[in-house]
C-alpha cells in the first residue's frame, strides 16, 4: 500500500517539477537575444539591464534554475512586463473563470450524456443505434473552432436567444460551455453504450434477469456502477481536450480565463505570463490526473491489490 | 463503409494535382465579388477580398498537408525507434524514455505545440517542430507496449535460442508485427495534427496571413459570420470531412486489422 502511494506521489511531484523547468526555459527559445526583441528601437541600456534582471536572464544557467526552483516554491512567478503586476493576481480570476467553465461543461456532458447512453441501449433499436453512432463520430472530430460559429450563427444570430460573446450576462456562459461539452458528449454516449453492451451478456445481468428484476432497473442500478471506470477514465483523458479546447473557445467568445490570457500574453509578448499560463494548464492536468488515482482506488478497490 | 472515408481526400488531392498544372491563383483578388455567395463562377463563393474560396482552401491545404505528412512520418519513425528501444532493452533505458513521454503528456491537448510556437519564429520548420514533439508520443507508447508483449512470444524466443541477434530480432521478429496498430495510429495523427495545425492558425500563431491556410481562413471567416455565412460554411465543411475522412480510414484500417 504504502509503496503504492509513494511511487504515485513521487510521480507527482517529479511532474511538478519537469514541467515547471521546461515552461522555465521555453524563453530560451526565443530566436536571438530575447532581450533586444523586447526592447525593440528603444535600445537604452539601462532599459534592457532593467528588463534582463527582470526576466533573470543576467544570471548563469544554473544560477537561473536555482533561482527558478526557490520562485517556485515561494509561488513567486514574477511581473507582468507590460502592466507590472504580480502574474498570480493576474492568474486568479482567469483561472476560476476556467474553472467555472470546464465544471459546467463537464457536469452538463455528464448529466445529459449517461442517462442517454443507458437509455439508447436500454431501448434497443439497431437503427437507432446506427444513426447516433454515426452522429457521434461526427461532433467527436470536430474541433471546437468549427463548433463555435455554428453554435453562434445558430442559437445568437438566428434564434437571437444568447449573447454571442463577452461575460456580462449570466447567461453568455452557456454557448462556450456549449462548445466544450458537445464533443465530450458524444464521446461519453458512446463509451456508454459502449460498455452496456459489452455488459449485456454477462453472467451478472443473465442472473439479475433470471431473479425477476425489472430491466429497466437493472440498468439504471447495476450497469450504471459497473460502468463508472470506464467512465471515470474516460472523463480524465477527456479534461486534456477539455484543458487545451478552452483554450481556443475562450478566444472566439473572449471568455477572460486562463486560455485567453495565454494567448493575449503571446502576442503582446509578455513572457512571465506566458510561462506562469502554461506551467498552470499542465499543473492543473498533471493535478486532476492524480486525483483520479484516488477516485479510481474508491470505485475498484481491486486496482490496489492488483499493484501490490 | 469505411471506404467513402477515401473520396474526400482523393478528390482533394486531384484538386492540387490539377491545381499544379494549372496554376490558379490564391491572391487573386476582384472587387466586384466580394463575399459573393456560391455560384456557377467560383463553387465555393469568394472571401472578404474576392479571392476564390476553393482555390485558397486547395493551395492551404498543400501547405497544411506538407507540414502534417512530415510532421507525422518523422514522429513515426521516432516513435518506431524509441518505443522498440524501451520495449526491448526495458530496465533504465525504458525508464528514461516512459518518463520523458510523460513529461510531454503533462501538456494537455494542443498546449505544448502553442507554447512552443509561441516562442520560436514562426517557420514552417519550427511549426513542424512544434507538432512533432508532441505527436511521437502516440506511436511510441504502441510501439512500446506491443514490443513488450511480443518479445515474451515463442517465436522470438525460438529464434533467440537460433542465435539471432538484437538487430535481426527487431528488424524481422518485432518491426514487421508491431507495423499495423501503428499504421492504424497513422491516420489518427493526421487527422488531429491537421486539427493541431489549423488551430495554430486560427490563434494567429501559424504560418503568416496572406499565406492560405484553413485556420487562417476560418478566423478570418468568423468577422464576416452574419454578411457572408457561405464562407465559414464552406471552410469548417472542408475541414469536418478532411477530419471525418482521416478518422474512418483509421477505423476501417483498424476493423481490418483485427478481423
Known amino acids: ?308 | 463503409m469505411n471506404k467513402i472515408g477515401l473520396i474526400f481526400p482523393s478528390l482533394f488531392f486531384i484538386l492540387v494535382v490539377l491545381n499544379n498544372f494549372l496554376g490558379w491563383d490564391p491572391y487573386g483578388m476582384n472587387f466586384d465579388l466580394i463575399l459573393k455567395p456560391p455560384g456557377f463562377r467560383g463553387f465555393f463563393g469568394y472571401d472578404d477580398y474576392g479571392r476564390d474560396i476553393l482555390i485558397r482552401l486547395i493551395n492551404g491545404f498543400l501547405v497544411s498537408f506538407e507540414i502534417v505528412v512530415l510532421a507525422t512520418s518523422i514522429s513515426f519513425l521516432m516513435g518506431i525507434c524509441l518505443g522498440c528501444i524501451a520495449g526491448y532493452f526495458r530496465g533504465p533505458v525504458d525508464q528514461i524514455i516512459t518518463s520523458g513521454m510523460t513529461i510531454v503528456q503533462a501538456f494537455p491537448g494542443i498546449l505544448l505545440i502553442i507554447g512552443l510556437a509561441a516562442f520560436l519564429e514562426t517557420s514552417f520548420w519550427n511549426i513542424l517542430f512544434a507538432l512533432t514533439v508532441t505527436a511521437w508520443i502516440g506511436f511510441a507508447r504502441i510501439a512500446r507496449s506491443q514490443t513488450l508483449s511480443i518479445r515474451e512470444s515463442d517465436f522470438v524466443k525460438a529464434a533467440i535460442l537460433m542465435g539471432a541477434d538484437r538487430n535481426r530480432i527487431i528488424h524481422k521478429h518485432i518491426i514487421p508485427n508491431i507495423l499495423a496498430p501503428l499504421s492504424v495510429e497513422l491516420n489518427f495523427t493526421i487527422a488531429n495534427l491537421i486539427v493541431a495545425e489549423a488551430g495554430l492558425a486560427f490563434l494567429g500563431l501559424g504560418l503568416s496571413s496572406p499565406f492560405p491556410s484553413w485556420g487562417g481562413m476560418l478566423r478570418d471567416s468568423i468577422d464576416y459570420l452574419l454578411v457572408a455565412p457561405h464562407y465559414v460554411i464552406m471552410v469548417s465543411l472542408c475541414m469536418i470531412l478532411m477530419i471525418l475522412s482521416f478518422n474512418s480510414i483509421g477505423e476501417g484500417l483498424k476493423k481490418y486489422i483485427n478481423e
Not at chain 1, 19 to 29: A, E, G, P, Q, S
Not at chain 1, 72 to 81: C, H, M, N, R, T
Not at chain 1, 86 to 99: E, G, H, M
Open chain 1, 1 to 308: 500500500m504504502n509503496n503504492y502511494w509513494l511511487k504515485i506521489i513521487f510521480h507527482y511531484i517529479f511532474l511538478i517539477f519537469s514541467v515547471y523547468l521546461i515552461t522555465f526555459f521555453l524563453i530560451r527559445l526565443v530566436p536571438g537575444d530575447p532581450i533586444d526583441f523586447l526592447v525593440g528601437q528603444s535600445n537604452f541600456s539601462a532599459d534592457v539591464n532593467q528588463i534582463k534582471e527582470h526576466l533573470g536572464l543576467d544570471l548563469s544557467i544554473s544560477e537561473q534554475v536555482f533561482k527558478a526552483l526557490k520562485n517556485l516554491f515561494q509561488l513567486d512567478f514574477g511581473l507582468s512586463i507590460h502592466q507590472n503586476i504580480d502574474v498570480l493576481f493576474l492568474l486568479k480570476p482567469a483561472l476560476i473563470n476556467t474553472a467555472l467553465l470546464a465544471i459546467l461543461s463537464i457536469s452538463m456532458a455528464v448529466v445529459i450524456s449517461i442517462p442517454f447512453g443507458l437509455f439508447v441501449s436500454y431501448i434497443n433499436r439497431s437503427f437507432l443505434n446506427q444513426i447516433i453512432k454515426c452522429v457521434n463520430a461526427i461532433l467527436i472530430a470536430i474541433p471546437s473552432f468549427i463548433l463555435a460559429p455554428i453554435l453562434i450563427l445558430f442559437f445568437a444570430m438566428f434564434l437571437d436567444l444568447l449573447p454571442v460573446s463577452g461575460m456580462e450576462q449570466p447567461s453568455s456562459i452557456l454557448l462556450p460551455a456549449a462548445t466544450l461539452s458537445i464533443s465530450f458528449i458524444a464521446y461519453l454516449v458512446k463509451m456508454t453504450m459502449d460498455s452496456s453492451e459489452e455488459l449485456k451478456d454477462s453472467v451478472l445481468i443473465i442472473a439479475a434477469k433470471s431473479k425477476g428484476l425489472n430491466l429497466s432497473y437493472i440498468y439504471f442500478t447495476h450497469v450504471i456502477k459497473l460502468i463508472s471506470l470506464p467512465i471515470v477514465t474516460a472523463i480524465g483523458l477527456q479534461l486534456g481536450g477539455l484543458l487545451s479546447g478552452t483554450i481556443i473557445t475562450e478566444m472566439i467568445f473572449s471568455w477572460n480565463g486562463i486560455g485567453k490570457l495565454l494567448i493575449d500574453s503571446i502576442h503582446q509578448r509578455d513572457y512571465p505570463i506566458t510561462q506562469a499560463a502554461v506551467f498552470f494548464i499542465a499543473i492543473s492536468y498533471v493535478t486532476i490526473n492524480f486525483m483520479l488515482e484516488f477516485i479510481y482506488l474508491k470505485l475498484d478497490p481491486r486496482i490496489k491489490t492488483y499493484h501490490e
